[in-house]
């Protein structure tokens, strides 16, 4: 099972014609020493200034300026004003802010407060050398097109360059020597060039992603995957390495120290999708019959074309849920996935999905062109960039009529009618969460239990007391009221003689 999922992802990534990740190795011999790159750092690609459909620049500082106040007190904010965090991942999180929020989100912050050291340990041990050589043959795949990952030493401006950056460069970020680097939110600053703790005093080189200095930028960006990459194999060695966890390591490597990108690694695989990247793969069967069926309802005749071409969820789906779309989407579109990903939870991958789906082969004339196998594959491969931008696309993503009660339903169902397979374990979806809020309220819980790993909340219900006797009526039959007051009265009580007001007429009271 694993094997054939890892022969269609590899098929997969080798069809894939994307200009924003991929590209082709002819791009690469432009002009030298530095070849210029688009504001997420892709050589050659085409996204190097906002088009007129991104937001403007005062709309962008707006936005910031939210995410600083919701960051500044982010427990206050999941506690209380969780839906206003979940309409701004809908919107796209800053690109200046999304290594602080990212970490906030899938809760890696308190990973790593919980397990200091834990990460420089795993990434100075000595790796399983099976898993190091596996590693090493994937790591020149993962995204060669970006500066970080052009080559085995990363990109970065050697001591020589103590002119600061090239002209083409952007000049967000870049400290100068003479004086402290006091690092703001920069509207519409690049991912690339890493990460801004706002409002934060950052000394040249400390705390910075990959080592940023002021005569060096990401250096040895290839290496940190290695590590990172080895650390989750020596973190979690049931489970290994799996070939998709490239692309989602890189993808948080452009955003976020070694560390952090590796707890938010670990947040990904064991709680947004656990038994997607482990020897046996359960989750990933469990999750394309849940697709299927969801096919089915919701795009019927779509559902009725896959059928009759023998189009199966295997031979596409893997590709995009274990990649999280890092390899089938425009880069701009796949930071607002995972914006929302990080936010609800893989509620959002099906979504994606059934847009995707419907977008390829939604209209008659789009099934009518696809009569074989071959070409249905190829238009779910093809669709046009345009409709993928990402304001328009995620706007369909958002409009699909799919709930997580729903999703929840069906994975259920589904659940029950699994084959039992006696090569692995069974999936298990309940150790799912659903989203930032699930895994919030769960370490929360862990917390006040004094625990340090996240529990999934339950619900117990106390057993009811035991039934008292009934209260016995006293016996009253026979006997008046007045007398039971007589007899229980007692002796009268020795007193001066009580006065007795006389009656007197109306006339005489009123006058």
Wanted: hydrophobic share 35%; with cysteine; glycine share 10%.
């Amino acid at each position: 099972m694993a094997q054939a999922l890892g022969e269609d992802l590899v098929q997969g990534c080798e069809l894939q014609d994307d200009s924003s990740s991929l590209g082709s190795d002819s791009e690469l011999s432009g002009p030298g020493p530095y070849r210029r790159a688009d504001r997420y750092g892709f050589i050659g690609g085409s996204a190097a200034e906002p088009g007129p459909g991104h937001p403007s620049a005062d709309l962008i500082r707006q936005r910031e300026m939210k995410w600083v106040e919701m960051t500044s007190h982010w427990e206050k904010t999941m506690s209380r004003r969780y839906k206003k965090v979940k309409m701004q991942c809908r919107k796209g999180i800053p690109s200046a802010l999304r290594a602080r929020c990212w970490p906030l989100l899938c809760g890696a912050h308190v990973c790593q407060k919980n397990s200091p050291g834990t990460y420089q340990e795993l990434a100075e041990a000595p790796g399983d050398p099976q898993w190091m050589e596996t590693i090493g043959r994937d790591l020149h795949r993962q995204f060669p097109l970006h500066e970080m990952f052009v080559s085995p030493q990363g990109h970065g401006y050697e001591a020589s360059d103590a002119q600061g950056p090239p002209a083409s460069q952007p000049q967000a970020f870049w400290p100068s020597p003479s004086t402290p680097a006091f690092c703001l939110c920069i509207s519409g600053a690049p991912a690339r060039l890493g990460v801004a703790r706002c409002g934060q005093r950052l000394q040249r080189g400390e705390g910075m992603p990959g080592g940023l200095t002021p005569n060096g930028l990401f250096r040895h960006r290839q290496q940190g995957l290695l590590q990172v990459l080895k650390a989750y194999t020596l973190y979690r060695p049931e489970q290994g390495y799996c070939q998709a966890q490239g692309p989602v390591a890189a993808v948080l490597l452009m955003h976020l120290p070694p560390e952090e990108a590796f707890w938010c690694l670990v947040q990904i695989c064991e709680l947004y999708l656990p038994g997607y990247y482990g020897p046996h793969m359960e989750a990933v069967q469990l999750d394309a019959e849940v697709f299927m069926a969801l096919l089915r309802r919701l795009l019927p005749r779509v559902h009725k074309h896959l059928q009759q071409v023998g189009v199966g969820p295997l031979l596409y789906l893997p590709e995009w849920f274990l990649c999280l779309f890092a390899r089938s989407l425009p880069f701009p579109t796949v930071l607002r996935v995972w914006d929302a990903f990080l936010s609800e939870g893989v509620k959002v991958l099906f979504r994606v999905g059934l847009t995707l789906v419907r977008l390829a082969l939604g209209t008659t004339e789009q099934r009518l062109a696809c009569p074989g196998l071959l070409e249905t594959l190829g238009a779910l491969r093809a669709i046009s960039p345009s409709q993928l931008q990402e304001d328009v696309f995620m706007s369909q993503v958002h409009s699909v009529a799919l709930s997580e009660q729903e999703l929840q339903r069906e994975i259920k169902a589904q659940l029950a009618r699994l084959p039992e397979s006696t090569s692995g374990p069974p999936p298990r979806p309940k150790a799912r969460l659903a989203g930032a809020q699930a895994i919030f309220e769960a370490q929360q819980l862990a917390v006040a239990r004094g625990g340090t790993r996240p529990e999934v909340p339950r619900i117990v219900v106390q057993p009811p007391d035991e039934p008292r006797p009934p209260r016995r009526k006293p016996q009253t039959r026979g006997k008046t009221f007045h007398g039971l007051l007589t007899r229980s009265r007692g002796p009268p009580i020795e007193g001066p003689p009580r006065s007795h007001r006389s009656s007197t007429s109306f006339l005489d009271t009123r006058f």
